[in-house]
């Protein structure tokens, strides 16, 4: 359980930076922008590694098939816990 509390933290000091950047700004935000500029910088990066990190345990497994990856994908990003302290299960 030790090892879950970086990724809280990690959490919590990126939502801190997050907020104390647009802290002070005017009211009047582009918010398409902003959630653009997000999901490029942080959601593509993680759909990528979360696919290639499953592939990879797949081939190592012997098991690799695209429908068992792609269901396993769609199941990591979904949920958001894959892929921190511990393997997957790929049942």
């Given at each position: 359980m030790i090892l879950h509390f970086p990724r809280f933290g990690f959490m919590f000091i990126t939502g801190l930076v997050l907020f104390l950047g647009y802290w002070g700004r005017p009211k009047k935000q582009n918010w398409p922008v902003f959630w653009k500029k997000r999901y490029i910088g942080s959601g593509i990066p993680y759909l990528f590694w979360?696919?290639?990190?499953?592939?990879?345990?797949?081939?190592?497994?012997?098991?690799?098939?695209?429908?068992?990856?792609?269901?396993?994908?769609?199941?990591?990003?979904?949920?958001?816990?894959?892929?921190?302290?511990?393997?997957?299960s790929c049942a």
């Open positions: 979360n696919g290639l990190f499953l592939a990879f345990l797949l081939l190592t497994s012997g098991s690799f098939s695209w429908n068992k990856w792609l269901t396993g994908w769609l199941e990591a990003i979904s949920k958001g816990n894959q892929f921190y302290f511990s393997p997957p």
